[in-house]
């Protein structure tokens, strides 16, 4: 069965914080991985993605993930939030037949 | 703009109406999916369709009934809901075998009353 745990549902920091939530996921076969995100009132886009090579990917607005095959694992990063990364994240595994998502982790960033 | 086009954005509707959600995909993608986001739950998938062909069903009550004419249309037909079935609809779509990455809709805003 394909399936996607985020273990983070609501998060808080402070601007200039770092960043890392979780992702692990359950596919049997060749998978593909992506960090999608939903600002306030807008629709869910797609912040970066892994299907193969480097396991250490670089998305737009500095985030960053990593695939950890032995722990099927694929955790997002961040250095240094702002405000305006204030957003729901939803990991998320494509498989032959669909994509999985997560969740949902919640991400309120404090001025 | 996604490429995902859903309309209406925002519906009102009554326990006894008819109604119905589109939503084309510009993309040439052989895979669309319903999804339903609620507030504090999980993005829920309902359906998908690989090649006009249903593939999934998660356990969705029958008042919510999809339809896959072609690989670039997606309705969703509602009838007889009920105010818990207040929600956000999205629809998504993506290219399975090669990029499986979903594209999505702007969603309609659905309200039961």
């Known amino acids: 069965a394909q399936s996607v745990s985020q273990h983070n549902h609501h998060v808080i920091l402070s601007e200039a914080a770092s960043l890392e939530l979780g992702c692990n996921y359950s596919y049997g076969g060749t998978v593909n991985l992506f960090w999608y995100v939903q600002y306030p009132g807008q629709h869910l886009q797609l912040l970066l993605k892994y299907f193969s090579g480097d396991p250490l990917v670089k998305g737009i607005k500095g985030f960053e993930a990593e695939f950890i095959k032995s722990k099927f694992s694929f955790n997002l990063r961040k250095p240094s939030v702002q405000w305006s990364d204030t957003a729901e994240y939803f990991c998320?595994?494509?498989?032959?037949?669909?994509?999985?998502f997560g969740i949902g982790t919640k991400l309120q960033v404090i001025p | 703009e996604t490429g995902v086009t859903q309309t209406p954005r925002h519906l009102v509707m009554g326990m006894t109406n008819k109604k119905s959600l589109k939503c084309e995909q510009h993309?040439?993608?052989?895979?669309m999916y319903w999804y339903k986001q609620s507030a504090k739950k999980p993005l829920e998938l309902m359906f998908v369709y690989n090649f006009k062909e249903q593939t999934e069903n998660n356990s969705v009550p029958s008042r919510f009934s999809p339809e896959c004419p072609n690989s670039s249309h997606l309705f969703l037909h509602l009838h007889t809901l009920q105010p818990e079935d207040s929600a956000l609809y999205l629809c998504?779509?993506?290219?399975?075998?090669?990029?499986?990455?979903?594209?999505f809709g702007q969603g309609t805003r659905l309200t039961v009353v």
């Open positions: 998504a779509s993506s290219q399975l075998g090669t990029s499986t990455e979903a594209f």
């Open positions: 998320a595994v494509g498989g032959y037949q669909k994509v999985t």
């Open positions: 993309l040439g993608h052989n895979a």
